[in-house]
C-alpha cells in the first residue's frame, strides 16, 4: 500500500491518526471524508470553482481507493443536520477523518459552527 501522500484537491487532510509501527495491510485502513458537495452554491460563493472541485474530488476519491484505502465520502452543506455525518461515522473506527477546505478554510459562521459538535 502507498503511504497517504494524496494532496486533496479541496481537501486535504484535517486529521490523520497516529501511524503505526507496523504498516497496515491493503483495506485495513478506514479513512472518512467530509465536505461540501462541490456544486453547493457555498462553493462557488466562497470563491471555488464547481466543476474543478468535482474533477478533483473524484480524482482523490479514486487515488485513496486505488492506494488501498477504504473511502467513505459524505458531502453535505450547512443545511443538513449534523446527525447525518453522525449516523455515517457510526459504527467504524475511522483511522483517519478528512474535512474538505470549503469546510475547513470557510469564513462562513454557519459552516465553521460545525466543528463546535452539539
Ligand atoms: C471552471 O472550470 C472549468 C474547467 O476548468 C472551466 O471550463 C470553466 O470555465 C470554469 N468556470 C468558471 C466560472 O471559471
Ligand atoms: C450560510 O451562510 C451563507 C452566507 O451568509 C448563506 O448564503 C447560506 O444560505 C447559509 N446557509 C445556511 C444553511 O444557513
New binding site residues.
Partial sequence: MKPFDITLALTSIATAASIPSTSPGCGEVDVIFTGLPPYHPLVTSQGF????VD?GLRADAANIVKAGYNLRVVLMGPEQPLDVLADQMTGVDWDVIGVGYGVRGSRLENVTIRFAGK
Fill in positions: 470553482n464547481a466543476t474543478e474533477i
